[in-house]
């Protein structure tokens, strides 16, 4: 008798964390299945056996219909024909793309059930039709109570897990001597995300800020970034690389800070943090540190693009195009760092978000997975219908 097994694949670098926080729970729930999937570095830490390389994918535009090259279609064949060798019994897709969309479509055509882990930001999705979307999914398990407009269109039975993010803010125990910062000053942590194109049309407004902001000697800038664009020669501060500057603060205990990683250890300690739109936005909120985030000028779409206001269906935090000027944003944020009624509203309604979010999304998450193998297993699986949690 062939061994249950399911398959999983994130979206994005950040999805992966929440992909390995999955595996680990489902893990812990059903031992002796099997997860296949496209890992990344998160995922691919856990006792999984792997069909592809999240990298290869993002570097081969796979989630991204308008990037797609040769190279990319022959990387999707060849992942088919291993999915075809080993057909699991569920599909798990953390956060949803085009690549994620045509797997889905696969999946649909094998009588596979797919489950989506809803976390995708609405500029995320390219080059996806839409009314099909509802004919691949099974469920759809989200953190935001009343689910993405994507999710709502498309009629897929929706059901809320609670919030990842808030798991792994209530873990984060540290002090600011054991990052290298001063405890009796305020933190200014900037964080332009991971994503290729994002960074680039983003990071010179946040390279103007961070200039600007650690001039003043009476706070702590820190610029955090990933680990793989500090190693990236091609992205400059000023005549310096990123590792250069890195290097240099180590020396130094005033101005501009490089941190590779640790960005939740940072983000714990920070006075205000300015960031991209992503999860990180979802971290702010949970950590009660008051937010600016910054999307890029060119992403057009209607409605919020911080993963903090698509969560929660409003707008709690203002949110800045990269075309903002330098001296706006430098204003909002000494407003936000200083004590006064711009930082006391912001940190009430960040508080509000925390009481309305609720934690053990991973296992949330296995349950119901759980009980989707059970139904394929036993050949009785429920009809869809148009339930919410």
């Known amino acids: 008798m062939k061994r249950s097994s399911y398959f999983i694949s994130a979206r994005s670098a950040s999805a992966d964390i929440l992909a390995s926080e999955l595996v680990l729970a489902m893990n812990d729930q059903f031992p002796k299945v099997e997860c296949l ?6 995922s691919g830490r856990t006792r999984s056996s792997p069909l592809g390389d999240l990298q290869t994918c993002l570097s081969l535009g796979l989630h991204d219909k308008a990037q797609m090259s040769e190279a990319a279609k022959t990387f999707y064949d060849q992942l088919i024909q291993e999915l075809e060798k080993n057909l699991p019994q569920v599909a798990i897709l953390v956060g949803y793309s085009f690549l994620h969309h045509e797997l889905a479509g ?3 055509a094998q009588n596979i059930p797919v489950v989506l882990y ?7 999705i390219k080059g996806i039709d839409f009314a099909t979307v509802g004919q691949r999914l099974e469920i759809a398990l989200g953190i935001s109570p009343m689910g993405s407009d994507l999710v709502q269109k498309s009629g897929v039975p929706y059901y809320y897990i609670g919030s990842p993010h808030k798991d792994r803010v209530d873990r984060v125990i540290v002090e600011a001597p054991s990052l290298g ?19 680039q049309a983003t990071f010179p407004v946040f390279q103007q800020l961070a200039e600007k902001l650690s001039q003043d000697k009476g706070m702590q800038v820190v610029l955090s970034v990933a680990d793989q664009l500090i190693e990236d020669s091609s992205i400059k501060f000023g005549n310096m690389t ?20 640790m960005h939740l250890e940072l983000l714990s300690l920070s006075t205000l943090a300015i960031t991209g739109c992503g999860a990180i936005t979802m971290e702010c909120g949970l950590f009660q540190v008051p937010v600016m985030p910054i999307y890029p000028s060119s992403m057009t779409q209607n409605g919020s693009r911080s993963l903090l206001n ?3 269906g409003k707008a709690v935090v203002n949110e800045y195009g990269s075309d903002t000027p330098a ?17 006391d509203k912001m940190l009430k309604d960040l508080l509000d978000v925390k009481l309305s979010l609720q934690g053990f999304a991973a296992e949330n998450a296995a349950d119901y997975i759980g009980r989707e193998i059970g139904q394929w297993k036993q050949g009785k699986r429920a009809a869809k219908g148009n339930k919410t949690a």
């Not at 809803?118 to 995320?124: C, K, L, M, Q, Y």
């Not at 910062?181 to 960074?199: C, K, N």
């Not at 020396?251 to 490089?258: E, I, P, Y």
């Open 310 to 312: 698509q969560t929660v």
């Open 106 to 108: 696969f999946f649909k």
């Open 327 to 343: 001296d706006q944003l430098l204003a909002v944020a000494k407003k936000l760092i200083s004590a006064g009624p711009e930082r």
């Open 118 to 124: 809803e976390i995708t930001p609405v500029g995320a």
């Open 242 to 261: 990123l590792k250069q500057l890195m290097e240099q603060g180590k020396t130094k205990k005033d101005g501009l800070r490089v941190m590779p990683g």
């Open 181 to 199: 910062l001063q405890p009796q000053l305020p933190i200014v942590s900037i964080f332009p995300g991971g994503r290729v194109e994002g960074f």
């Open 37 to 42: 999937g496209i890992f990344g570095e998160w």
